[in-house]
């Protein structure tokens, strides 16, 4: 079994300061990890992933994540947030079956105060 | 790109109802899921398909059945439906490959009075 804890289910954070969202999992196999953004009244889309190979992802929009194995942890960070990043963030991990199984954390809201 | 697309936004029940919620993806993808996702709760799987007229149980299916009849098309059904299944219900697909994301739909928020 696995599991994804997000210990702060809520961020507030000034306009371009830097954030840290945590996120720890357990598993007692290799798993891929995920982060996952949910802009309001929308589903859920992939912020970026780790499979394998160099322990830090980056994405498109400045958000970086870093694998680390010793900690079980998968901290998602930006070194300046803006306005538009307000919205929810699941952390979520899979093992490495076919069928794709994915389990969530309970996500954390970034509140990105003007 | 991608598109799942979830047949009502919004939706109002009255408890005992049969409620069908429908979901359609357009890229061939083999594997379907059916989420629910409550606050503090995150999300939680009901049930995923990995082919069709195939279906397997997520870990809260108490309460719910699915049906896919075509690739395309995974379908949550609510027998008789009950407050307690209010909620934000998501649907998600994605392809067989090791490293393929989900791909969500926008969501149907049911509402059971």
């Known amino acids: 079994a696995q599991s994804v804890t997000q210990l702060d289910s809520q961020v507030p954070v000034f306009e371009e300061a830097p954030v840290e969202l945590r996120c720890n999992y357990s598993s007692s196999v290799s798993v891929y990890l995920f982060w996952y953004v949910q802009y309001p009244n929308q589903g859920l889309q992939l912020l970026l992933k780790?499979?394998?190979?160099?322990?830090l992802v980056e994405s498109i929009n400045g958000f970086e994540a870093e694998f680390n194995k010793s900690q079980t942890s998968f901290h998602l960070r930006k070194p300046s947030v803006h306005i538009s990043d307000t919205a929810e963030y699941f952390c979520a991990v899979s093992d490495l079956r076919g069928y794709q199984k994915v389990t969530f954390g309970t996500g954390t809201k970034l509140q990105v105060i003007p | 790109d991608v598109k799942v697309t979830q047949s009502s936004r919004y939706l109002v029940k009255r408890t005992g109802e049969k409620v069908f919620l429908e979901c359609v993806q357009d890229?061939?993808?083999?594997?379907m899921f059916w989420y629910r996702q409550d606050p503090g709760l995150g999300l939680r799987l009901i049930y995923f398909s990995y082919d069709v007229k195939m279906k397997e149980k997520g870990d809260i299916p108490e309460g719910y059945s699915v049906s896919r009849e075509k690739k395309e098309r995974f379908s949550l059904i609510l027998e008789s439906a009950s407050t307690n299944q209010t909620s934000m219900y998501l649907c998600a697909s994605t392809s067989s490959s090791y490293n393929s994301p989900l791909h969500f739909g926008n969501g149907t928020r049911l509402t059971v009075t």
């Open positions: 780790y499979l394998s190979g160099s322990t």
């Open positions: 890229m061939d993808h083999e594997n």
